[in-house]
């Protein structure tokens, strides 16, 4: 064999050899995730009843692992397996998932502690193990977790303290560790949580002072401390939060200007920011005490020796401490006891610190669908989609409306807070919700009582309802319908800049006047989404509004307006409808020519956007005979808004003129949208 033959081969063997390798350490590192999980599920589902598909042979990333939702990288990204009925432990193996972002297994019967090694995920950004049976301290190594922005421990067993180290957790929007059995004291370094929205300690065994640092949170909203041991003097500072403050069941708490709080004495007032809860029987010897010889019981006494008589009365002190404490005890345990025992039992959930598993969540679920982020599923509760619905023909038709199950809508709006309620009517509730993928929504809950009676005819709206798509239209994200609770869910996007009501009737310099190019935009954009529904086009029936009004004009984050409530009247029961219509006639959106037929028409939507330009140009809500007068004859004066200092005369001219001629009391003089939004996108310059 020649010399190069020799060194040729010797070259392509190492290649080779080279090659295997490298493929053999993509292939081990590949595996690695699905390693993990197998692990994660021997420890979860010990008896393979639950997450048989998992598989030593399958793929993660592939859709069939129940629960499990990989990223663009093919990285395992979520976990989701809440109600499932596991009632095994968390795994240290969880650790190894890398680039998980979410990990929900809330609502199990979870048992063990929680593996210190959690705390190297670091990319994750919820944690939710609420409400199974963790024991065991909260491991401090949490701290870690620097992406972390909901922690979601409440309604377990957790003793120990809370731990120092979560002040490092910067991004912590939700801290919740209700229901436990957490004792010491309140960390004053939670204050250093400058992101943190929500705090549920309530139903622990904490004691000692509430820090007022607590205050200083800029981003507080909800402080829950009730039913604990807590003592002192409330922070006056607190009080920003109104409603959100809870700190019932604490009976040494005082404050001032506190309802149900009664008044600090100097005893509480001596104690106010005192960190060593031990000396709370030292009493300044200034403080006019009802018994003088107590006030000498530190006074009296040395290291080695104390008199007779005030050493029984510390015995007498620390016996009574003794005996109160463990009432305390006591009633805590029978409270825990009893929390315990009622979560097995239905019934309605309305805030985050009952912890009571939701009506839907004792069945069993049926799997829908996939989202990037999360895996959702939709209750087999009151289902008009589901295999018991009316037909196959709607069945299917509702396979195209996502749907989310009651865990994720009540999960989202922090279980139906008072302090995400954006707006409420005799029919329906409207709550401000975040979605795991950080999505903001805007949920709308309707009695099932306040819909069609008949589940096709729902359906039909429903799916109406998901299949408009529009930019001047409020997109529908999805829909739930409970059961149990006896509710319907709308799940539509948010918009942050609220509806258009809150800006007109300005007269404070502090308040947001939109300027003129903002209103000629807004009014543009009204017109295309009217014209959008109105319009058979893009395979869609023509649809009217019925109840067109500021309130259902929503601004997004760049002011570009969205109609709501578009083809609601299909889902809600006629004498629902029409009661919603005493709103519309009381504001004077209402074509006079209903009041004799009865019926409406493309042109009563037409009657409602006139008097919608009349209230954006004016400025006002109500809009008087001299406005529409003034605005007919070009009087400027009267008619534009007083708060605008610079705005286009023609384009406040032709304005009026299209408003005049939608408001005839003649439907048939009346143009339509189509030709609406053509004058305006040839008379102004922002259409």
């Known amino acids: 064999m020649s010399k190069n033959l020799y060194l040729g081969l010797i070259k392509f063997l190492f290649f080779l050899h080279v090659f295997f390798r490298i493929s053999s350490l993509q292939q081990v590192h590949g595996n690695t995730e699905l390693r993990a999980l197998m692990e994660v599920k021997a420890s979860l589902d010990p008896e393979n009843k639950i997450l048989s598909s998992w598989t030593n042979d399958g793929d993660p990333c592939s859709g069939t692992f129940e629960g499990v939702a990989c990223n663009e990288h093919n990285k395992v990204a979520n976990i989701t397996l809440q109600s499932k009925g596991l009632s095994g432990k968390l795994s240290p193996a969880v650790s190894e998932l890398k680039f998980l972002s979410g990990l929900y297994l809330h609502y199990n019967s979870l048992f063990g502690e929680i593996p210190k090694e959690i705390s190297y995920l670091t990319e994750l950004v919820d944690l939710y193990l609420d409400v199974n049976n963790l024991s065991g301290s909260i491991p401090p190594e949490i701290g870690n977790m620097a992406s972390l922005q909901a922690l979601q421990l409440g309604c377990n067993q957790l003793t120990g303290h809370i731990p120092q180290e979560i002040k490092t957790l910067a991004k912590l929007n939700v801290l919740a560790l209700q229901y436990n059995q957490l004792s010491?004291?309140?960390?004053?370094?939670?204050?250093?949580?400058?992101?943190?929205?929500?705090?549920?300690?309530?139903?622990?065994?904490?004691?000692?002072?509430i820090p007022a640092s607590l205050a200083d949170i800029p981003q507080l909203e909800v402080l829950h401390l009730q039913n604990n041991s807590l003592s002192g003097v409330v922070p006056s500072s607190l009080k920003k939060l109104n409603e959100g403050l809870q700190y019932g069941n604490n009976s040494d708490l005082c404050g001032v200007g506190f309802i149900s709080l009664r008044n600090c004495t100097a005893w509480d007032m001596s104690n106010v920011n005192t960190p060593d809860q031990s000396n709370i029987f030292k009493i300044n010897a200034t403080v006019p005490l009802a018994n003088p010889e107590a006030a000498n019981i530190t006074r009296d006494c040395n290291h080695t020796k104390c008199s007779n008589s005030s050493k029984m009365l510390r015995v007498g002190i620390v016996a009574g401490v003794s005996?109160?404490?463990?009432?305390?005890?006591?009633?805590?345990?029978?409270?825990?006891?009893?929390?315990?025992?009622s979560k097995q039992k239905i019934g309605s959930t309305t805030d985050m610190t009952d912890c009571q598993l939701s009506p839907d969540q004792t069945k069993d679920f049926r799997s829908r669908s996939t989202s990037p982020l999360v895996r959702l599923e939709?209750?087999?509760?009151?289902?008009?989609?589901?295999?018991?619905?009316s037909s196959i023909e709607f069945t299917q038709e509702c396979s195209q409306v996502f749907k989310f199950n009651l865990e994720e809508v009540e999960s989202a709006t922090l279980y139906f807070s008072e302090t995400n309620l954006l707006g409420k009517s005799n029919f329906s509730s409207v709550h401000k919700g975040v979605l795991r993928d950080g999505s903001f929504v805007a949920v709308k809950s309707i009695s099932i009582t306040s819909c069609k009676s008949e589940e096709d005819e729902f359906v039909k709206g429903l799916n109406l309802l998901t299949s408009l798509k529009h930019s001047n239209l409020v997109r529908l994200r999805g829909f739930c319908c409970s059961k149990g609770r006896g509710e319907c869910f709308l799940i539509y996007d948010f918009a942050p800049n609220g509806n258009l009501s809150k800006y007109l009737d300005i007269d404070d310099s502090r308040s947001q006047v939109l300027n003129w190019s903002t209103r000629v935009s807004i009014i543009s954009g009204i017109a295309k989404g009217l014209e959008y529904l109105h319009s058979n086009k893009e395979n869609k029936s023509a649809l009217l509004h019925r109840n067109l009004s500021l309130e259902k004009i929503l601004l997004d984050e760049h002011y570009n307006p969205l109609i709501s409530s578009s083809g609601l009247h299909k889902l809600l029961a006629d004498d629902i409808v029409y009661s919603a219509l005493k709103v519309s006639a009381a504001m004077g959106y209402l074509a006079p020519e209903y009041i004799t037929t009865g019926r409406f028409t493309q042109k009563s939507d037409v009657y409602a956007f006139g008097v919608i330009i009349l209230q954006i140009v004016s400025g006002k809500q109500l809009i008087s005979n001299s406005v529409r007068l003034a605005a007919e004859s070009c009087r400027f004066e009267e008619f534009v808004d007083t708060n605008l200092k610079d705005y286009s005369k023609s384009e406040a001219s032709k304005l009026g003129k299209i408003a005049m001629a939608c408001v005839n009391e003649d439907p048939d003089q009346r143009p339509t949208m189509e030709t609406v939004v053509q004058e305006l996108s040839t008379s102004t310059t922002y259409s």
């Open 323 to 341: 005996a109160a404490s463990v009432t305390v005890m006591v009633v805590g345990f029978l409270i825990f006891f009893r929390f315990r025992r």
């Open 378 to 389: 939709y209750s087999n509760g009151w289902d008009p989609c589901g295999v018991y619905g």
């Open 184 to 209: 010491g004291t309140i960390p004053g370094s939670l204050g250093n949580l400058s992101s943190l929205k929500w705090l549920y300690l309530s139903f622990n065994h904490l004691s000692g002072l």
